[in-house]
């Protein structure tokens, strides 16, 4: 497992491009409407919170991720598969399990760096609050990127080539977004559309994000379906990986 990480790490820096992107685009995005005065004002919708407290940097935090694992992962993979490197690695005794977790794992530290950076230039630059109970938002955030690369997983596994998978991961990432709350906060969602973003994985991890910023613990709710998506999805992943 070691040294498949080392290859895939080692790879991963090759293409740096994807990997700015993933970083650079929600850390430039909070900076620019972190500048919107409405933002920094305190909102009674949002528990007395500014905007640019949780609600925003959660947000960013949720882009970062689904372009990581819907985009960027479901690339690496296809591409892999179209050059036959998957081929080869099939004949050795390499499970697809331990492929798609070095895979997993690579990407999480990706992730990972993404959410500290956004953090860290919000509270930086804006003067953003960092999450109050960061043990509990260490918990959520690894819960829920997990789940996502999961998804992301799962689009490797069915998407035809290289060419379709980017769209096929933006088929899925621009509605999750928006029942994330990217565009409409959940405060101000209609009861049906909200119902929708309960069960989506997205939202949960947005709202446990959310809480843990105002130094609370998540809802058990929220876990359980953060929890679930990644059981569901990971299976799935396995299930329909083909090397070839």
Known sequence: MKKILAVEAKLLLRDWPGVAFSIGLPVGLLLILGQIPDLSKPDPAFGGQRFIDAQLPAQMILLAL???SFTVLPSVLTT???RG???RMSTTPVPPARLLGAQLL???MVALAAAVLVIGSGWLVLGSQIPANLVAFLLVFLLGTAAM???GLVIASVAPNSKSAPGIGSLAMFPLMFVGGMWIPREVMPETLRTVSDYSVVGPFVNAMRDTWAGELPQLPHLAVIVIGLALFSALAVKLFRWE
């Open 66 to 68: 689904l372009t990581t």
């Open 149 to 151: 690369l999961a998804i």
């Open 85 to 87: 490197v998957l081929r």
């Open 106 to 108: 690579i990407n999480l």
């Open 80 to 82: 892999y598969r179209e």
